[in-house]
């Protein structure tokens, strides 16, 4: 019998202790008081307002406010949470906070009661359920006022002006119309190509300058495969003989990819070179035709010797071309 009465005495002694224990708690948690407003009652959606908190408590214990991610919300989110300010001031500590609050929904928002924290470990006290009104026209209506009569305007009614003619806005934006027209046609006919006419000469300026380089550069790669060493004699003055091309193009609009050989030779009377320059040229082109075409196999010693004539036509040129060029600035 006793075994049995041990088990609810224990019970009991447990409960008496943890009850003085919480009463003892109690006794000792410091007063505090809790406060809590907004700005207005009445925002505009997607308008903002403030919610100032404050707290104070006695004694030198830290108080904070409920992490605003963790507050319970109806129709309405926090923006913002400013930094907390703690103060001692007359022996107690005060703490205030902001934070910045928005709705996007029409009607009432409302947060639930506050905690505010003691020691960061003990709820201590609450806020009241904060609540305010989302409106979609400047100026709530304010319910508390009491409904009045209809008044009469002054002089009695009062007719409702008569709608301006609006002829004037039609002619402005006829006139606007034609402007912009006339505006569009002089770009689209004069401007335009103008701009694209300047901007093909800056090109071809580029291209001339830098002809000669590119041009070398390239003899240089070729140099480097060996094609004619390994059997390609075909290739060789096929990929010589466009690089010639395109540096007769870039250096003087000579548009010699599209032209055959007598053409070219035509073209290459008008320019600047020397009788001795043009006969290389020659040479070397209907050489290419043959290589190409009829499948001429050219000795080795020949071949070095036409990559030797277009290099010196190429660095001559060139550098002729860069000094007429230098003295016409």
């Avoid at 193009?249 to 320059?277: C, F, G």
Wanted: proline share 4%.
């Amino acid at each position: 019998m006793s075994q049995k009465l041990s088990i609810p005495f224990r019970i009991g002694c447990i409960g008496l202790i943890l009850l003085l224990w919480m009463a003892v708690a109690h006794a000792q948690t410091p007063s505090v008081q809790v406060k809590a407003a907004f700005d207005s009652t009445h925002i505009l959606t997607g308008d903002h307002l403030r919610l100032h908190l404050s707290a104070e408590g006695e004694g030198t214990h830290t108080l904070s406010f409920q992490p605003s991610d963790t507050w319970r919300l109806f129709n309405c989110e926090v923006l913002k949470s400013g930094t907390p300010e703690s103060r001692q001031q007359h022996g107690k500590t005060v703490l205030t906070q902001e934070f910045v609050v928005t709705a996007f929904d029409t009607g009432r928002a409302v947060i639930a009661p506050i905690v505010l924290m003691l020691d960061d470990t003990l709820p201590a006290a609450l806020t009241d359920t904060l609540y305010f009104y989302v409106d979609t026209l400047p100026g709530g209506v304010d319910t508390t006022q009491a409904f009045r009569d209809i008044k009469m305007p002054l002089g009695g009614i009062e007719k409702a002006p008569q709608e301006k003619s609006k002829a004037w806005v039609w002619i402005l934006v006829v006139v606007g119309l034609a402007v912009l027209v006339t505006l569009l046609v002089l770009f689209f006919k004069r401007w335009l190509p103008k701009l694209r006419e300047k901007h093909r000469a800056k090109l071809r300026e580029q291209r001339r300058m830098s002809s000669g380089a590119v041009a070398l550069s390239h003899i240089k790669e070729l140099r480097a495969k060996e094609l004619c060493e390994k059997g390609m004699p075909k290739e060789h003055y096929s990929e010589l003989s466009e690089i010639l091309r395109t540096y007769l193009d870039d250096q003087w609009d000579v548009n010699a990819m599209e032209m055959v050989t007598d053409e070219i030779m035509q073209a290459m009377a008008q320019l600047d070179v020397t009788e001795q320059q043009r006969l290389e040229i020659q040479e070397f082109l209907r050489l290419s035709d043959l290589v190409k075409y009829a499948r001429r196999q050219p000795e080795q010693a020949e071949n070095a010797r036409h990559l030797d004539h277009v290099t010196d036509f190429v660095r001559t040129t060139d550098q002729q071309e860069q000094a007429r060029r230098a003295q016409q600035k």
